[in-house]
Structures are given as C-alpha cells and as structure tokens.
C-alpha cells in the first residue's frame, strides 16, 4: 500500500511555492530543484511535501516555512470572508430585482384584469341594446319581413349572440384574475343539468355531422358545485370536442361514479394534442395555432376559465391526448353529502 502524506497545514495551502517566490523566500530555480526533488523522492516509494523538500534541500528551515504557511492560511482566509460577503451582498441585490419583477408582473397582471373587465362592461351595454333590436325586428314587432330579411337578421343574431358569449367570457376571466370567482355550491342533479347542456349543444354537433354520445346512470346521486359555473365548464368542453373533432367523429360526455365522487370525462375522437404541448392549452389568450391563418377561432380563454372553475370546486382537471386519435377532458366532483333532518 502507498505511504499516505500527512495531513498538516501545507496540505491546505495551494500555490504554496509561488507564494514564497512571490515575496522573496524562494526563488525560482529553487522552486524547481525542490519540485523536482519531489518527484525524485515519490519514484523511490518516499512522497513528501513540498516544504519537507526546500528543507531537505537547505533553502527554508521550518520557522520561516511554518511562518510563510500561516500568513498565507490568514490570506486565504480573508480572501474567504470578503467573497462570501460579495456572494451576499449579490444575492441579496438579485433577490431585490427579483421581488420588484414580481411587483411589477403583478401590477401588470391587475391592470389588464381591470383592462379586460373595464373593456367587457362598455361592449355589453350596446351590444345589449343591438340584440334588443335585432329580436325585435326578427319577431316582426316592427312591421313584417320576408324570407330573405329573416335569413339576414338571423345570421345577425347568433353573431350576437356569439359576441355576447365571448364578452361573458372575458367578464368571467377578469373575476377569476382578481380572485373574484365566486362558487354558490350546493346540491347539483346530473342528470337535468346534462339534459339542459344537451339540448344546446346537441345541434352543433348535428350541424357539423358529429355524434353526440351520453354515458351517465340515471340513478346517479347528486353532486356538490355551483350549477352555473359547472354547467359552463361541461358546455365549453363539448364544444371545444366538438370544434376539434372532423365531420364524421364521435364526442362522448361520460360520467362515472367511484365510491364518494363521480368523474366526468369529456371524450373525442379529434384531432388531437402533441404531448410537448398539453400544458400551454391551459394558458389564457394561447392558440396553438397562433398563426393568422388559424384554421379555428375563439379567444384561447375556455380552457384557461375551465382550470380556474374546476380548481375552485376543489378539484383538478387533467388531459389525456393522442394525435390524430382523440382527446378526454376529465375532473372529479364530490357527491353532495345528504342532508340531516
């Protein structure tokens, strides 16, 4: 087995030679007699120090070495002390820019939730007083129409009506950015809140040739949410489904019950998500295809209010998707519990 070198001070001191060049003590061809005496001295079996060397050599005794040791340690030392100060006095600066970005991201971020909420208001009230009279004119109620003008006010109207909802949407957004997404949970039948969803979405699917498929049981218990909130989350994910999915497909709203909560699982046979990519469907204003050519519209706001409401009821959503197959939307919901008399 090698002989191990002791450990003593000069271990610790790097650059222990030019240092003692460096102030005087040594000069330079000393330095490398003494190295190479070193090497000398390892070949036979017999590893020293450096120091042991200049000794052995007569060029230092171990007072002035001892010394030279300890003056460099206390300059290590305090070279120590001043970076690990300079380390501080960085980090605390880079905390402080941190902090201040934060500041400001979160100011921005308040100002274009009042931005978007401020913006909302104002188009809803004309756009109030355009569907009013849009309504009217349809309903003949200022003077008849013939067929043509009928066509023409009702591709007027679902504009309307679509504006509206985008409006809606951003309203709620605004809310949900503000912290001000409120929830009046209670009792929630399934079964009349997915009837009422159908009937509106139904005929999307039937204008686009999609089938329209239900998988719930009828005896299924209710569950704890607010019916609003929770009726608009299922509607944005069929219509999402619906949206993505070609001519031909299927969309199925399936709810499952697993001991004290069911999962609603929105399904499609679409076109899919690349899996580098799932998490960005969660980002508000985000379109994955950004491009102005977009082959589908809309605001990018849907998923993003989906998540907000769905975390509000405590739960979480998450998404299983595979190109050109399809995509399931899913989240649980907690059974109501009975109420005691």
């Not at 309504?135 to 591709?155: P, T």
Request: charged share 20%; net charge negative; hydrophobic share 40%.
């Amino acid at each position: 087995m090698d002989e191990q070198v002791p450990l003593t001070p000069e271990v610790l001191v790097p650059r222990l030679g030019d240092q003692l060049v460096e102030v005087g003590l040594l000069t330079r061809q000393q330095l490398e007699q003494a190295l190479d005496y070193q090497v000398a001295q390892g070949k036979l079996g017999k590893p020293c120090l450096l120091g042991q060397a200049l000794m052995d050599l007569g060029f230092l005794d171990r007072v002035v070495l001892d010394r030279a040791i300890t003056e460099q340690i206390i300059r290590l030392r305090s070279a120590l002390v001043n970076a690990n100060k300079n380390l501080e006095i960085r980090v605390e600066q880079r905390t402080a820019e941190l902090q201040d970005a934060l500041r400001k991201l979160s100011e921005l971020n308040q100002l274009k939730a009042n931005f978007i909420a401020n913006i909302s208001h104002e188009l809803r009230t004309p756009l109030t007083h355009i569907r009013g009279y849009l309504e009217l004119l349809h309903a003949e109620a200022l003077g008849e129409l013939n067929e043509g003008q009928k066509s023409s006010l009702e591709v007027s109207l679902r504009s309307a009506n679509r504006l509206q909802n985008l409006i809606d949407d951003l309203i709620l957004f605004s809310q949900a950015s503000r912290g001000e997404l409120t929830l009046q949970l209670k009792p929630v039948d399934l079964n009349l809140l997915i009837s009422s969803i159908l009937t509106r979405t139904n005929p999307k699917a039937v204008e686009r040739s999609i089938a329209l498929n239900l998988e719930l049981d009828p005896s299924l218990p209710p569950v704890q949410a607010d019916d609003e909130k929770l009726s608009w989350v299922i509607s944005q994910l069929l219509d999402n489904a619906i949206k993505f999915t070609p001519s031909g497909g299927v969309v199925t709203l399936q709810i499952l019950r697993n001991d004290s909560m069911v999962t609603l699982n929105v399904c499609d046979t679409g076109i899919g998500i690349p899996p580098e990519r799932e998490k960005e469907i969660f980002e508000p204003f985000h379109q994955l295809d950004g491009s102005a050519t977009r082959r589908y519209g809309g605001t990018g706001l849907g998923l993003a209010l989906v998540k907000q409401i769905v975390e509000a009821h405590g739960s979480l959503i998450s998404v299983v998707s595979v190109p050109d197959q399809g995509t399931t939307f899913s989240f649980p919901l907690l059974l109501a519990h009975p109420v005691l008399s």
